[in-house]
């Protein structure tokens, strides 16, 4: 007489790790061609929102300027459901190109100062972000994405008037210190960029795109507890790495600081044309965002082929 044992409810089962295909067509590991993807979504979205700040006007109350540095959600959403690695590869790549080269205002190697800072900026705030429907995890994420680029900027001020490379520029009406001054900076960019354009619209947007837009990226939608692809891994390597990559856009802030513009291309366009050449930047992410979706239905195709063969 066998005795057969009861199947345990899925409930009960412990959940592992679970690689390659699932259901046929969504992967947790990423592709070359979706990592790519991904690189060039979060590049040319990001440079979409930041031609989107160009013409909206900045405000000001008293002596204190209240403008939005880059709306947060835009790149937080990407690292958030895809991949945080990728995606901060993308981002501040696309802040250069469309709105810094295309627009005549590229500063040169001094603008590696501010891709390296957004880069770590992004990668370290998507990595806390292990369930995209976790509410606190997203504010969290906003919050730290603008604290560790803007105190990186900040510490590069604040050596640069100590060092005596450059003169501190203060404010009519508020206390003659430049602690003070980019302590209210960064009160002002925490409230603007990390709340209302980061926070605010990422506890909506991440939420209702999970489990909705990974399958068309051919993935599996992220679930708590599995390894997020492309996290920042918790080692002293890691924490070696990125202070070594802080100390390097410091180093590459110096460079204008001592009027060091190898690179530079400044011809300002938008005050030889006006507002209206931003279509021309507008025009080329449709284009590169265009021929990257071709190129990588494409590859899927192949790949989905030659997996059946």
Known sequence: MSTQIPPRPAEDERRGTLRGAVDGARRLDLSTSQKLMIFVLSMSLFGLSNIILEIIPDASIGPVDVSVAYM????????????????????????????????????????????????????????????????????????????????????????????????????????????????????????????????????????????????LMGMRPRVPGEPVPGRAPRTPLFLGAMLLLSVASFGFAFLEAFDVSAGAFEPDFLDLFGDWFLVVSVLAIGLVLGLSLLLFRLSQKARDAAERA
């Open 72 to 215: 947060v959600f835009v790149p937080l959403t990407i690292a958030a459901l895809f991949s945080p690695l990728w995606a901060a590869l993308g981002a501040p790549l696309g802040e250069i190109v469309f709105t810094d080269l295309l627009m005549g205002d590229f500063s040169g190697l001094a603008e590696v100062e501010g891709y390296l800072q957004m880069f770590l900026a992004v990668y370290i705030a998507g990595s806390l972000i292990r369930s995209p429907r976790s509410r606190p995890q997203i504010v969290l994420g906003a919050i730290v994405l603008v604290l560790v680029d803007k105190i990186l900027s900040a510490v590069v001020d604040l050596s640069k008037v100590w060092i005596g490379v450059e003169d501190a520029e203060f404010v009519a009406g508020l206390p003659e210190s430049m602690l003070a001054l980019e302590a209210l900076g960064l009160g002002v960019d925490v409230l603007m960029s990390g709340i209302l354009l980061g926070a605010i619209p990422a506890l909506w947007l991440i939420p209702a795109l999970h489990g909705k837009i990974e399958p």
